[in-house]
């Protein structure tokens, strides 16, 4: 009976040290929240800008929704504040308390949600998501891929022709490598800092920015291949 009571001591001593440090993760998250954001579909095709207050708000904390929103997203239209559930939870909420959307941050600013039969919503600092606009607008446009070596081996084009989900169209110019033929991808998208294509079989490529403005597909190999703005 001693060591239980021994152990139970230990144990709510360690609750009671935690305590404190937990609660100041959910403090300093709705410190840090109010302000402007993009709320948006993964990339972006439809996009609504939403103003995080620190007033309070019958169960929650006051926020507006630029008018364009309810077109967009239809979902925004039952929300009428924001909260912060747990410790790390974002949420946009109806009259009721209850939750239209919950976020979590998966990368600094930048918050997931998901809706059950709908998908993923992305939650990110409005300043941060427009620079991400830009970046995006710059990929549209004819790409080379080449190896390590520099050799090109296909051209590419990247549109801004949607085609579901949050991709867009992406064509094969003719003689291109085998290995790129086979792959053929259809879709494109910018996620996270990387370029992603698609095929219609389903496979993906990915590609993240080097230390030379060039674009290499990762996992990296001791034979890159490397897309090139052209």
Do not use: H
Not at 134 to 162: A, F, H, Y
Not at 207 to 220: G, S, T
């Amino acid at each position: 009976m001693r060591i239980l009571r021994v152990l139970a001591f230990a144990i709510a001593a360690c609750l009671a040290a935690m305590s404190p440090a937990l609660a100041q993760d959910a403090t300093s998250l709705k410190k840090s929240m109010p302000g402007q954001w993009e709320l948006s579909t993964t990339e972006r095709s439809k996009t609504c800008v939403v103003t995080l207050k620190a007033d309070a708000a019958g169960q929650g904390y006051k926020l507006e929704l630029e008018p364009a929103c309810k077109a967009a997203l239809p979902f925004t239209k039952d929300i009428v504040a924001w909260s912060v559930k747990g410790l790390d939870i974002v949420r946009l909420q109806d009259a009721t308390g209850e939750a239209v959307i919950d976020f979590t941050e998966v990368e600094a600013g930048i918050f997931e949600g998901l809706r059950q039969g709908e998908g993923v919503y992305i939650l990110q600092d409005l300043a941060a998501a427009r620079s991400m606009a830009k970046s995006m607008d710059q990929m549209i446009g004819d790409w080379s891929m080449v190896r390590g070596n520099g050799q090109p081996i296909c051209g590419l084009t990247l549109t801004n022709t949607e085609a579901g989900q949050d991709n867009f169209q992406v064509f094969l110019k003719p003689k291109c490598d085998p290995a790129i033929a086979q792959f053929n991808p259809t879709q494109w998208r910018l996620e996270r800092g990387q370029i992603i294509l698609m095929s219609k079989s389903g496979d993906v490529w990915q590609f993240e920015a080097d230390d030379n403005a060039q674009w290499r597909r990762v996992p990296d190999t001791a034979d890159p291949l490397i897309m090139l703005r052209q």
